[in-house]
């Protein structure tokens, strides 16, 4: 719901619904979507539009990120949705990531600048500027499914794969970091491993967004969380109070990124926000 206020129109959630269903599964692998995940995806798809337009909003806008944007067979989901999807490129799903976190938090935390972090599935985007607007921004595949599936094949993780991994991610984040590192930036990050890591933090159960939004989530934290996780099974991540069972596979690796990309930055601390590109398509359409 958009209401007017004195910067414009401020956003007001009616409803925050979820549904985890790994469209990307295999995509590294294949470079193909899977019918079973491109079917499921579609199917929440449809349940969330039937939802909104219930709700009052009747022309609702489909996103798409990373696994449409990387698929060889996009076609495999498009086919089964009964409306227009809009493919984001790499560019724009950081820009509106951005742009919705900057105006969700806004103007306390991006004097004099703003760097937004944002782990998604498939791909991580790393974009920074002010309120200005942005200044420069990045996308790399490095999204905490994509990186579960080629390098964690234990449980728990073996020590070598952890370290290939960590490797992986300083080499691809390494030159990028070093130079944010020397610029003055709040962070901000958007995406469910930042905002499941801050409700980790927290012991939050059920999740409660509220809780989590503007939550301070220290680069020291993130290494304690990240030594507990490692040391768990897969059953025994998914009892961990905050953690929603459907991520407690690819948690590890979302939350080996955002160590690095902390580590990289000269251990700041984040800010996580409930606000990301949806917001910012919001306020757009």
């Not at 899977?34 to 806008?61: C, D, K, M, Q, W």
């Not at 990186?147 to 073996?158: A, C, N, Q, S, V």
């Not at 690819?250 to 409930?274: K, N, T």
Request: hydrophobic residues 45%; contains cysteine.
């Amino acid at each position: 719901m958009l209401s007017p206020g004195a910067q414009g129109p401020i956003l007001r959630p009616v409803l925050r619904r979820l549904s985890i269903t790994r469209l990307g599964d295999g995509l590294d692998a294949t470079g193909a979507l899977r019918p079973g995940s491109a079917a499921r995806t579609a199917v929440a798809i449809e349940e969330f539009a039937a939802a909104a337009y219930r709700l009052g909003a009747p022309n609702p806008v489909v996103l798409a990120t990373y696994a449409l944007r990387a698929a060889r067979n996009p076609q495999e989901l498009l086919s089964r949705v009964q409306r227009p999807v809009r493919i984001l490129s790499g560019e724009e799903e950081a820009r509106l990531g951005f742009l919705g976190a900057v105006a969700a938090l806004a103007p306390r935390h991006v004097a004099p600048g703003v760097l937004v972090v944002d782990i998604g599935g498939g791909s991580v985007e790393l974009t920074w500027g002010t309120l200005r607007g942005i200044e420069g921004t990045h996308s790399f595949p490095l999204g905490c499914v994509l990186l579960t599936h080629r390098f964690l094949k234990h449980d728990p993780p073996e020590s070598a794969e952890v370290e290939a991994l960590q490797s992986y991610v300083d080499e691809t984040l390494g030159p990028v970091l070093e130079r944010l590192r020397t610029i003055p930036h709040a962070v901000i990050g958007v995406g469910g491993t930042i905002t499941t890591l801050a409700a980790i933090d927290q012991r939050l159960e059920p999740y409660d967004p509220d809780q989590v939004h503007g939550y301070r989530l220290l680069a020291d934290r993130v290494r304690v969380i990240l030594v507990d996780l490692l040391g768990r099974s897969l059953v025994a991540r998914q009892t961990i109070p905050g953690l929603q069972p459907e991520r407690a596979d690819v948690i590890v690796a979302g939350a080996l990124v955002l160590q690095r990309v902390l580590d990289g930055l000269g251990g700041r601390a984040i800010q996580a926000s409930e606000a990301d590109l949806l917001w910012a398509a919001l306020l757009g359409y």
